[in-house]
């Protein structure tokens, strides 16, 4: 099973940018569908982009549409989240995720980074 972990979050003004990255490790990550994921305090975690394992195709919740783009480099077994016109909302703890196929589930979850957009 891959083994993922999540960097990149931190503390940022409402309107600046941040990107994730998502390292993946024990196997290639090329044979994985990638997500990411995000829970706010108090809510359910929820959707947020997700990319077919060659980039071909990404999907991304209305909330952050225009404003994320999810991106992948197979060579160096990372996913990336580029999110830019942060909004206090977009406060959350990011998850990536990993599943075989659009038919499975994410099975494979990184432990989270914390990013937390200021007013």
């Known amino acids: 099973q891959v083994q993922l972990v999540e960097s990149g979050g931190g503390l940022v003004q409402a309107g600046g940018s941040l990107r994730l990255a998502c390292t993946a490790s024990?196997?290639?990550?090329?044979?994985?569908?990638m997500g990411w994921f995000r829970q706010a305090p108090g809510k359910e975690r929820e959707f947020v982009a997700a990319?077919?394992?060659?980039?071909?195709?990404?999907t991304y919740a209305d909330s952050v549409k225009g404003r994320f783009r999810v991106s992948r480099d197979n060579a160096k077994n990372t996913v990336y989240l580029q999110m830019s016109s942060l909004k206090p909302e977009d406060t959350a703890v990011y998850y990536c995720?990993?599943?075989?196929?659009?038919?499975?589930?994410?099975?494979?979850w990184g432990q989270g980074t914390q990013v937390t957009v200021s007013s």
């Open positions: 024990g196997r290639t990550i090329s044979s994985y569908y």
């Open positions: 995720a990993a599943r075989i196929s659009p038919e499975t589930n994410f099975s494979s």
């Open positions: 990319i077919t394992r060659y980039g071909g195709t990404t």
